[in-house]
């Protein structure tokens, strides 16, 4: 069975960082693409970053930019993102999922909160 699991999230001040971490089991995921997710509160669903299974192509969305790097580790089937000057804006409850063309699997979520 397929299991999700994110860590690292919290409450952090304007300006801080935090570093989430998305660890896979239940099959080998280094041919899959990996991926953070977030939401908001009266939000849909956006995505975050993505990283392909190389780990050599990444995305970003815009208002992540320069801020936010996703990595993973295929060894120990973990995809991380570190958050770097974190803003109000960036409060949401972040998934991960992976998958191979979509996204198949996704993780409980787990929240992170900016105070200002």
């Known amino acids: 069975q397929v299991q999700l699991v994110e860590s690292g999230g919290g409450l952090v001040q304007n300006g801080g960082s935090l570093r989430l971490s998305c660890a896979a089991s239940?099959?080998?995921?280094?041919?899959?693409?990996m991926g953070w997710f977030r939401q908001a509160p009266g939000k849909e669903r956006e995505i975050v970053a993505s990283?392909?299974?190389?780990?050599?192509?990444?995305y970003y969305a815009d208002s992540v930019k320069g801020r936010f790097t996703i990595s993973r580790d295929n060894a120990k089937n973990t995809v991380y993102l570190q958050m770097n000057s974190l803003k109000p804006e960036d409060t949401a409850v972040y998934y991960c999922?992976?998958?191979?063309?979509?996204?198949?699997?996704w993780g409980q979520g787990t929240q992170v909160t900016v105070s200002s």
């Open positions: 999922a992976v998958g191979v063309t979509t996204y198949d699997y």
């Open positions: 990283i392909r299974r190389s780990g050599g192509i990444t």
């Open positions: 239940g099959r080998t995921f280094s041919s899959y693409r």
